[in-house]
């Protein structure tokens, strides 16, 4: 989501000087930083819709922005009010390990997430190896040699998804059963955090 351009005032309050990119270290990060014309664009949260439904439509809703809304004024409650200008989603490919894998005779590298775009020419290297069958150390690890885990079919999909976001979204605040839960989710094969819980 994008704010409004800020006033002088709020960018004085605000003090972001050198006008860093920033993220958090929650367990379902938020990342933020300024545009040129002093609004703050700020992102994160990942959702799930069931049966992987990818219909623009379903992202267009106003309820999916509100979570990352309360997150924004949470973040910056003096700019409590703020009017955001534009929101966007849509779906992204995550495999079970969010992270590179390779398949088959007919190389396929999916599951780039988060910085995923700042390693696609490593990934397209190693592709081309595994392809090639050129002895390169890369095409040796893990991620190379292979395959995400097992993703159940519907409706326990999503029930496990909808549980898993919620834990993930306030684990931080209220820990209890969530910490269990993500740490048995991670051993299903799904990190889900970059923290130790």
């Not at 439509?57 to 200008?85: C, Q, R, W």
């Not at 989603?89 to 999916?110: C, E, K, N, W």
């Amino acid at each position: 989501m994008v704010t409004e351009p800020l006033t002088d005032t709020q960018m004085k309050e605000l003090g972001w000087q050198n006008r860093q990119g920033i993220y958090d270290t929650r367990t379902q990060l938020n990342y933020m930083r300024l545009t040129a014309d002093n609004r703050i664009l700020f992102g994160g949260r990942l959702g799930y819709f069931f049966n992987n439904n990818t219909d623009p439509k379903a992202d267009k809703t106003a309820d999916n922005s509100y979570p990352l809304v309360e997150k924004f004024y949470n973040t910056f409650p003096y700019l409590k009010g703020i009017k955001f200008s534009h929101a966007w989603s849509g779906p992204i490919a995550l495999t079970t390990r969010m992270a590179v894998h390779y398949q088959g005779d007919m190389i396929y590298a999916g599951g780039y997430s988060g910085f995923g775009v700042t390693t696609t020419r490593f990934g397209a290297r190693v592709g081309l190896a595994v392809l090639d069958k050129t002895n390169i150390p890369e095409t040796k690890l893990g991620f190379a040699t292979s395959l995400p885990g097992y993703i159940p079919p519907e409706p326990f999909r999503w029930i496990g998804a909808k549980i898993t976001m919620y834990a993930l979204d306030t684990v931080d605040e209220k820990g209890g059963w969530r910490k269990p839960w993500i740490r048995i989710v991670e051993k299903m094969g799904f990190p889900v955090t970059q923290n130790e819980q």
